[in-house]
């Protein structure tokens, strides 16, 4: 099992950056694809982007692709998100969460997505 805490989330303007952090403790956290996934209010969880448990491959929303990035440091047990040109409709809680089974690869599906963080919010405003 896998604990995880997100950090980063807060305030920012349209076009602003911002990074957010998942940290993980237990299991071995470097066996875990970890995902990232957003929900707004009233809305959907929405997969935002997702990366393999040895960092070599990594699957992005549309939505976001070309103004995210997610990267990890499994010697840090760490997963970032680096968000840059945000916008309003990026205002959400943030997730992270780790892959049900180990040495399994990233998937936009949160279904397949056993833990999870408490959250982190990030707003954006225009």
């Known amino acids: 099992q896998v604990q995880l805490v997100e950090s980063g989330g807060g305030s920012a303007q349209a076009g602003g950056s911002l990074r957010l952090s998942c940290a993980g403790s237990?299991?071995?956290?470097?066996?875990?694809?970890i995902g990232w996934f957003r929900q707004a209010p009233e809305k959907e969880r929405e997969f935002v982007a997702a990366i393999r448990y040895s960092g070599s491959t990594t699957i992005y929303n549309d939505s976001v692709k070309d103004r995210f990035s997610i990267s990890r440091d499994n010697y840090k047990n760490l997963v970032y998100l680096e968000m840059s040109d945000l916008k309003p409709e990026d205002t959400a809680v943030y997730y992270c969460?780790?892959?049900?089974?180990?040495?399994?690869?990233?998937?936009?599906?949160?279904?397949?997505?056993?833990?999870w963080g408490q959250g982190t919010q990030v707003t954006v405003s225009s």
């Open positions: 237990g299991h071995p956290f470097s066996m875990y694809s």
């Open positions: 969460a780790a892959r049900d089974k180990l040495y399994y690869k990233p998937s936009p599906d949160s279904d397949l997505y056993t833990y």
